[in-house]
Structures are given as C-alpha cells and as structure tokens.
C-alpha cells in the first residue's frame, strides 16, 4: 500500500504555497486507490454495524437533516485497523510539516467517516463553533482536511464540495464566487477552517469522506 511522501518536496511544498497564498488547497490523488478503497470498505462495514449516528450541527450538536443529512463515525487514533494506523499517521505527519511551516500551532487531530446518503448534503457553514471566532480561542478547529473515498465517482452524481471564495459576515447566497470541488476518491482538501463558509451539495449515490479538523491548543 502506497501513502503520499511528505518528504517528497514537490508535494509538500504545493500544499503550502497553496495554503500561505489561498488559504485553502486541493491535492488530487493525496491517498492511492488501495488505501481509499480499503477505508470506503471500512466505512460501510462500521455503518452496517450501526456504528454511524446522524450528524448534529453546533454545539449542542442538535440533528436536523435538512440542514445535514450525514452520517458520522468518529474514529480513535488507537484503533489498529490498518488503513486507520495509516491514516492518522499520515495526519500527524501532516500537522507537523504545516506547523513547520507555517507556524499554526495544530496541536491535535479529530476526525470521522461522513456517509452521505443520496439526496442529502450540508447546508452552508463555517466550521468553527462561534464561541472560537476569535483569534486563537483555545481548541478552536483551525484547519479542516477532508479526503474523499468515492472511486469512479460519475460527474452527473453531483455532491460537490462548494466552497465560497469572499470572506462574507452572514452567510453567501448560493451564487456568491465559489470553487465546486467533487468528491473523487483520494482527494484532499484542506483549507482555513474560520475563513470559508461551504455547503455540501446532494449527490445521487451515497458519498463518502473522512473529515478531521487540526485544532490549537
Ligand atoms: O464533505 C465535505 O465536502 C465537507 C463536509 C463539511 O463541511 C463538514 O463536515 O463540516
Ligand atoms: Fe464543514
């Protein structure tokens, strides 16, 4: 199994010239196909075992599918499944060549399996709890990475990722300058968790990710 080489320059230093320079960055083929497949499986498999729960928004993580319509699973770094050990490896990896970089102080790592069922998305949001929107709030999520486990995922199933471009103090209309992401298998994306407001746009099959935001201390 093949994990992306952070020590390779290239592809390190395009996430963070990308970062510095957009605040937010998109890494096709970040995971090869062997590692996204296995972590697809899993993901169904923890689903049929009725580990997934149906998202909350906010704080009190009150459900609402209409505002999200996902299923999570949020997974521990001491699980031993191997795609997993992989997976939070690589994360870790990640957090610490960014901090180098860039000095954000990512201090730890949350994350889950997002299952979206067809014809459900996210309204749109930022991820940071209001309560953190101040500068350097303690545990505030600072940086939000998500990767996609949809091999062959057909453009016409929709289930972007719409990501609005502008800073905006209420929330954009839908038409506001945006970038559609789709979510193809083994993409990363990562952008600043408190600067893009973002929806996830309904598909017609189900749709899956791991999502994890790095958070300061
Ligand atoms: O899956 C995506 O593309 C984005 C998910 C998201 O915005 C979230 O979980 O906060
Ligand atoms: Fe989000």
Redesign the pocket.
């Known amino acids: 199994m093949r994990t992306p080489d952070l020590t390779s320059p290239t592809l390190l230093t395009t996430i963070i010239d990308q970062l510095s320079e957009h605040h937010y960055c998109v890494i096709d083929q970040f995971l090869a196909e062997p590692i996204v497949a296995e972590l697809h499986a899993l993901a169904q498999a923890r689903r049929h075992a009725g580990l997934t729960r149906q998202?909350g928004t906010g704080k009190s993580a009150t459900t609402n599918a209409n505002l999200?319509g996902?299923q999570?699973d949020w997974l521990e770094p001491e699980d031993t499944h191997p795609a997993l050990q992989q997976y939070f490896a690589l994360m870790a990896d990640l957090q610490q060549q960014i901090n180098r970089a860039l000095m954000l102080g990512l201090d730890s790592y949350e994350t889950?399996f997002?299952i979206?069922p067809p014809g459900t998305g996210?309204s749109t949001?930022i991820?940071q709890f209001i309560q953190h929107r101040v500068a350097a709030a303690p545990g505030a999520r600072t940086l939000?990475a998500?990767i996609?486990l949809n091999q062959n995922w057909p453009e016409a199933a929709g289930?972007?990722?719409r990501l609005y471009l502008d800073t905006h103090e209420a929330l954009p209309a839908q038409e506001a300058r945006h970038l559609d992401?789709a979510?193809l298998g083994g993409r990363l994306?990562l952008f600043l968790s408190a600067r893009f407001w973002?929806?996830?746009l309904p598909a017609s099959q189900d749709?899956l990710?791991v999502?994890g935001w790095f958070k300061t201390r």
């Open positions: 998202a999200r996902d999570i889950h997002a979206y996210y949001h991820d939000t998500i996609y289930g972007a990722l992401i979510p994306v973002h929806q996830v749709r990710s999502t």
